[in-house]
């Protein structure tokens, strides 16, 4: 799988885009605040919709502009897919897979898989367990439809009960309506907390040997999921919080409050571990990933390092770049001379400048 070619289109700071990508390595380079991140960020939305920084479209559209435009043409064994996005100030975006305008964005997931990885990343094991539910939503996201199916209804679930739960304090009759919420919570969260489990249990078994190698055999790291509530309690649970969920307004049990540890030994990495043990586990988690991508679908990943190589030492980064093995691979940087040293190949590299984009070689 890989990604042959972008265009954009009134993107922040880009008139006009226009460029074809190498199967290997393409490297951005240039200062900071020049649009290196901005098209990362572009071929992310047409992999998934959604921005990595978790921008608006309003956010993304170039200023003074109603509308942007992304096309991209993936390629997965030899057969060309064309995406267009077309990203709205003011309305929901529009998608077309080869011309066919698709009526939910779930179906663009899993056409091209992704993987990104940016400085942020690096906090994602020491931060709190959003970051971590994003993460793991994701990469079941690409990976499984039915998943997919399940968050989305339950999202829109938690959102309504959650609405419900305002609106009874003014008007106590709406109470009696929580048992039809409750019921499409339990159904769709129980299907979410069983994936997630089993998911926790695959990631683990990647993860250990990364991470082995990776902190010179001093540590084993093990993947404990940490849900909410079991399946078999998610009713009882769920009905035995009622009460503080009426006075909170907000629904307090279920997958949206789930969260995972990383445990070396004994140790909570996330709270206890050093900032190195955080950083290690987390770039032992996103090398896992494209793994996990690669054994579940049978199809190499896109990976994407954001500016990501700057946050690591020399030993992490020989490591990192040392995995990325032959997928197609994008990687922004200030300058170049740091990290290659006549061990890694650039088959394409672009110089970025003020929202231009020069081929260098």
Not at 17 to 28: A, R, S, Y
Not at 175 to 201: C, M, P
Not at 340 to 356: A, K, Q, S, T
Request: charged residues 30%.
């Amino acid at each position: 799988m890989i990604i042959k070619s972008l265009e954009l289109t009134d993107y922040r700071n880009y008139d006009r885009l226009n460029i074809e990508f190498d199967k290997g390595t393409n490297i951005f380079y240039g200062d900071n605040a020049q649009g290196k991140t901005n098209i990362l960020e572009a071929l992310y939305i047409a992999a998934t919709t959604k921005s990595h920084k978790g921008s608006r479209d309003s956010e993304i559209v170039k200023f003074g502009k109603e509308e942007s435009h992304i096309r991209t043409i993936v390629e997965n064994d030899g057969i060309p897919t064309r995406v267009d996005m077309h990203l709205r100030s003011s309305k929901s975006k529009g998608i077309a897979i080869d011309g066919n305008r698709i009526k939910k964005a779930a179906d663009l997931m899993g056409i091209c898989k992704v993987v990104f990885f940016s400085p942020e990343d690096l906090n994602i094991v020491k931060n709190g367990p959003t970051y971590r539910r994003r993460f793991i939503d994701m990469e079941l996201c690409q990976l499984d439809q039915f998943y997919l199916y399940n968050l989305n209804n339950y999202n829109k679930v938690l959102n309504r009960r959650n609405q419900v739960l305002k609106d009874i304090y003014f008007d106590r009759s709406l109470e009696e309506s929580l048992n039809i919420w409750d019921d499409q919570l339990i159904s769709y969260g129980t299907k979410i907390v069983e994936r997630r489990d089993k998911f926790a249990s695959e990631l683990e078994e990647e993860i250990k040997e990364v991470h082995y190698k990776l902190s010179g055999g001093r540590e084993n790291i093990s993947i404990i999921y940490e849900p909410s509530t079991t399946v078999d309690d998610f009713e009882k649970n769920l009905k035995a919080s009622r009460a503080r969920d009426l006075k909170s307004k907000m629904t307090s049990i279920g997958p949206h409050r789930d969260d995972f540890a990383f445990m070396a030994g004994d140790i909570d990495i996330r709270k206890f571990g050093s900032q190195g043990q955080q950083r290690t586990a987390a770039l032992s988690l996103k090398l896992s990933e494209i793994d996990m991508m690669k054994k579940i679908s049978g199809e190499s990943p896109v990976l994407m390092l954001d500016d990501v190589l700057s946050e690591l030492d020399r030993k992490r980064q020989g490591f990192l770049l040392d995995s990325i093995g032959d997928i197609q691979t994008f990687i922004t940087c200030t300058g170049i001379d740091d990290f290659v040293n006549d061990r890694f190949v650039m088959n394409r590299v672009f110089y970025v400048e003020n929202g231009n984009v020069r081929q260098m070689s």
